[in-house]
């Protein structure tokens, strides 16, 4: 939440102040009845494996249209449902949501036994003991092989408690899922714990993708992750790409596989099936 700007004197300071307090009060009662509601769906968004040129799965990515705010970004709710414990009902909603759409999917045959649906995990939802438990039986009761969800985690995620965190992605790597570490390389990860990680993919954040055609730095850590991640034997994925110029250095570098603007947004589930089995052009002519 960002605090008002440019404000001449303390009374418009005071009002913004008070405009944002109530609108978080508002979103956070408003999360409370979401799900019911039926106000929450989830958009999809492609994610292109460059060896192929096709559409080797999707980020589930939560959306919120509310009645009383309209659109609200997950950049400003999602934060608002940790801080209140909310995340974990509609964290819950998301992984049914995005397990019943993979089975919709599969049953149809628009999808192959490769393709694979990502969800977003809150370290909240992590923290619970039996998090990894009710994920297997939520997708062995979907009749679904586990290598078809991905579970994806922040850095930070992880910090929260170590531990326990560490032993439920092993418990899922065990049993067949995907783990992903979400935004890497803005955390604490340090190489010494990265060895120890039960994952198997990095997502290379879009901090390090957004000017990688102009910015040197940020071309080494690029290559330098995606070298690393190799050594590990983790597969990479870059966020956020663009621009043609940052796909073509992606693929130089050998990165695995591609999610942005460049090939879509998130989309709604109608529109994903049209564009799902066509070859990404922009990922054939790199
Ligand atoms: P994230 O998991 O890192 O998701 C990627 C974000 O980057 C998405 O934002 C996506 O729309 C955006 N993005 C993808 N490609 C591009 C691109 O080429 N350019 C630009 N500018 N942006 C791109 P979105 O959907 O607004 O989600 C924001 C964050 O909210 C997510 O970041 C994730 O941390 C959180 N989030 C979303 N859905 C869920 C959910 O179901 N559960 C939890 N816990 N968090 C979620
Ligand atoms: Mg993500
Ligand atoms: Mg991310
Ligand atoms: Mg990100």
């Given at each position: 939440l960002a605090l008002p700007q440019n404000v001449g004197c303390w009374q418009g300071y005071n009002d913004q102040l008070e405009h944002l307090l109530q609108r978080r009060t508002g979103l956070r009662n408003g999360l409370r009845t979401a799900v019911q509601q039926h106000e929450l769906y989830l958009a999809y968004q492609p994610k292109v494996d460059l060896e192929s040129n096709q559409v080797c799965g999707v980020e589930a990515l939560l959306r919120w249209d509310s009645p009383v705010y309209g659109h609200v970004s997950p950049a400003e709710f999602i934060p608002l449902a940790e801080a209140?414990?909310?995340?974990?009902?509609?964290?819950?909603?998301?992984?049914?949501?995005?397990?019943?759409?993979?089975?919709?999917?599969?049953?149809?045959?628009?999808?192959?036994?490769?393709?694979?649906?990502?969800?977003?995990?809150?370290?909240?939802?992590?923290?619970?003991?039996?998090?990894?438990?009710?994920?297997?039986?939520?997708?062995?009761?979907?009749?679904?092989?586990p290598h078809c969800l991905e579970i994806e985690v922040t850095e930070s995620g992880l910090m929260q408690d170590m531990e326990l965190a560490l032993r439920q992605l092993q418990a899922l790597s065990q049993?067949?899922?995907?783990?992903?570490i979400d935004d890497f390389g803005t955390g604490y990860s340090s190489l010494a714990y990265l060895k120890k990680l039960p994952v198997s993919v990095l997502k290379i954040d879009r901090a390090f993708i957004r000017e990688l055609d102009t910015n040197v730095a940020d071309q080494k850590l690029t290559e330098t992750v995606i070298g690393m991640a190799g050594l590990f034997g983790f597969s990479t994925v870059a966020e956020g790409v663009e621009h043609y110029a940052q796909l073509k250095l992606l693929k130089d570098m050998k990165c695995d596989v591609i999610q942005g603007f460049i090939f879509a947004p998130p989309l709604k589930e109608a529109v994903l099936l049209k564009i799902i089995k066509q070859p990404m052009c922009n990922a054939v002519t790199v």
């Open positions: 209140s414990g909310e995340i974990l009902g509609v964290g819950a909603w998301v992984i049914q949501e995005a397990v019943a759409a993979l089975v919709r999917w599969r049953c149809r045959g628009d999808v192959d036994d490769a393709f694979s649906v990502a969800v977003n995990v809150a370290p909240l939802q992590l923290a619970q003991p039996d998090f990894a438990q009710r994920l297997m039986q939520c997708v062995s009761a979907a009749g679904l092989p049993a067949g899922f995907r783990v992903a």
